[in-house]
Every structure is written in C-alpha cells, then in structure tokens.
C-alpha cells in the first residue's frame, strides 16, 4: 500500500487541469490508475474502433445513499465477472463513484473489497459531496481506462446480466453505444407515464440532436465513444443528450426495470421538470427564439388592436372602454416579459458558470482493491 498525494485548484482557469498531476518521481512506474483529470475541451481525430484480443470492460456505478442495495450489487457483479471470464474471456472491473453518501454506502464497498474474495478489479471514487448524479457519472468517465465503459445504476434496477447482450451488440455487430430503453409496455401509473412522456417531447421539439424515449444512462461505450464524451468540458450537464451528441453508431436494447428492493427513488416530479428545462437550455436556443416570435405576434396584435380602436371611433364613434383594456393588454405584455426575462436568464446563469471555470467535483479520495486476479491490497490516491 503507499499513498500519493494530490493537490486540488478550485479556481483554476479554463483549460487547466482540475487535479494537476503530481511529479513523474511520485508516481510509481507501475502505478495502472494516474490522477483522474477533468473534462478539457479539445478537438480530437477519433480513431476506428478496433476489438481487443482480450476485452476489458469497466461498470461504472454512481451511488448515493444506496447502502442497503449495495451488497447485492457487488453478489450480481460477482457472479458476472466470472460468467465473463470463463465464456467469453472478458475482464470486468468496476468504478463505484460515491456522490456524497450519508449512509456509509463506502464503508460497504469497503468492508466486501477487503475480504480479498471479488473476483473483479475496484476503485472506488469518494467525492467531497454531493455534487450530483451527472457530475458523479463524470467522475466515473475521466477515471476510466479500459475497452468500454458501462454506465449504470446501483439501485438494481439496472439488471447486470443485461450487459451480456450490450458486450454482444459491441463484440460481435460492432455498435459503438449499446443502450437500454424501458419497454413502452411496462406497467406505470399515469402520472409518471405522464411526465416522462411529455419530458421527451420537450426534449425532441426543442434539440438539435434527438433522444431517444425511455433511455437513461444504463448503456455501453466503446472506447473511442467515451473518450469522445471525455472531450466535453461544459459544466452544466445532460448525459442523456451528450451521449447522443457524439455520434457513432447506437443500438437499443428494451428492457423492463424490476422494482426496487430497497431504498426509494431519489428523483421527483419537481427534479424531472428541473431536469427538463436543464436539457432544453444546454441542447437549443428555441426558447429564445420563441421570445422573438411572441414578441412578433405580440406587437402585431397591438398594432391590429389599435387600428381597431381608430376605426371604431370614426367610423362608428364608440370610444372603446379605456381601464379594463389598458389592464388586459399591461397584464399580457408585463406576463410575457416576465417569463421571457427568465428565459434569458436561464441562458446566462448557465454562462455565468462556464465562465467561472470551476471543476466539476472535488476529490476526498481514490481507493483501487485489485481483485483475484490482481495484486492484493489497495492503492489509495487522496
């Protein structure tokens, strides 16, 4: 075991690494796992993909206060890791990311990678707090070094053996990104069915880059996809819009969640909407082209409006009523100023924190248990 020390900037410029690496003659030439760095934008020729001779498959698997399902996870990753090795000589480690746990989720990983019984490489990833599920899933992705990387989550609701046919869609069809979709026929209640309907539809009217309904973030990437998802530095983050984005070529695989066996779920009707109108802002400007276009229709009524007015009065000579349509036309106009002030706002908060150039997370630690396989022990980094 030995220790490396790392020193985090918080105010580091655009551009800069968020965890500068420490000196070559502190880094032990055998050392498999560098300090982890933060997106940088950077404008790469990706490569073709190519299949390894003996293919090495991360999970990568944020949690958050899923003490009580964790170690059924790591049982289900067990059994898979060695099905794997044996059927198809594929090697699967797993990167757990905790997102700021309050229910010593670490402590589990911790206690099961210490028994020296997994048969599966594990790093585990603490950050400093909660910084979110997106953010958490990055982490994950600039840890990664491996063949192709495995999102997913540690609920359960994730089946593990659902990766067999993703790793066939990558081995043998040549996908770049193999996703899951929930199958439109599973059983939900109305309002849920609701929200998420209307969620895509938002989504797909608005994007440039359509997503496809009921895909989270429970897919493959190859390497050359997720080293191209790594080349993305914004802040403000939607990975179900980024992952489609980049491109390559993408199957989808239908599946039926089963319910959870513990914990409850952490997302809200509230977090959905805030989550909707997060995708809507980082993937269009529509929004501000419709204030453009209201404001057309806007002052083309006004202007018909108050043609009417004068044709009433000389034509006719009826005054038209002065307080209530005075009243009707402020309150519309104020109204639709409103909305579209924060519209405009939305837009420059999100600017205002790109501008800023903070890292997405801080660090506490950085712990690697080598598997069966590997060499005993851990290597902590933090």
């Known amino acids: 075991m030995y220790v490396t020390e790392l020193s985090y900037k918080l105010g580091h410029a655009a551009g800069k690494r968020a965890f500068p ?22 404008a790469k020729v990706v490569p073709l993909a190519e299949a390894p001779p003996r293919p090495r498959v991360s999970l990568c698997i944020p949690f958050h206060d899923e003490a009580e399902t964790l170690p059924l996870l790591l049982e289900a990753v067990e059994g898979f890791a060695r099905d794997q090795a044996a ?13 700021g746990s309050g229910d010593g989720g670490a402590a589990v990983i911790e206690r099961a990678a210490a028994e020296g019984r997994l048969a599966f490489d594990l790093r585990l990833l603490r950050l400093s707090r909660n910084f979110g599920k997106e953010v958490a899933l990055t982490a994950g992705l600039m840890a990664a070094d491996s063949d192709a990387l495995v999102f997913m989550d540690s609920d359960l609701q994730h089946p593990v ?22 199958a439109p026929d599973r059983p939900l209640s109305w309002w849920v069915r609701a929200s998420r309907g209307l969620f895509y539809r938002l989504m797909n009217a608005t994007a ?61 009707p509230i977090k959905l909407g805030l989550l909707a109108i997060e995708g809507i802002t980082a ?19 006004s202007g018909g409006y108050g043609l009417w007015t004068v044709f009433e009065k000389f034509y006719w000579g009826v005054s038209p009523p002065g307080y209530p349509t005075l009243a009707v036309l402020i309150s519309m106009i104020g109204a639709a100023q409103l909305i579209f002030l924060g519209v405009i706002g939305e837009y420059l908060g999100k600017v205002l924190i790109e501008v800023k150039g903070r890292p997405l997370f801080v660090l506490e630690s950085d712990v690697t248990h080598r598997g069966e396989t590997g060499a005993q022990g851990a290597r902590h980094q933090g």
Not at 27 to 34: G, Q
Not at 161 to 182: P, R, S
Not at 229 to 245: A, F, S
């Open 283 to 301: 993937f269009s400007v529509a929004p501000l082209r419709l204030a453009v276009w209201v404001g057309v229709i806007l002052a083309i009524f």
């Open 161 to 182: 053996a659902l990766i067999d046919q993703f790793l066939d869609g990558w081995l043998n069809e040549g996908f770049d990104i193999v996703y899951a979709y929930q």
């Open 208 to 268: 440039d880059v359509p997503i496809p309904p009921d895909a989270g973030d429970f897919r493959l990437l190859s390497r050359r996809a997720y080293e191209a998802l790594r080349q993305l530095g914004e802040r403000q983050r939607l990975m179900k819009g980024l992952y489609n984005w980049i491109g390559f070529r993408q199957k989808g695989i239908a599946f039926t969640a089963p319910p959870r066996t513990a914990g409850t779920t952490h997302y809200s």
């Open 87 to 99: 059927r198809r000589r594929v090697d699967i480690d797993a990167i757990f990311v905790d997102d």
């Open 21 to 42: 690496a420490p000196a070559a003659s502190d880094i032990p030439r055998s050392d498999p796992n560098p300090p982890m760095q933060q997106p940088v934008v950077e």
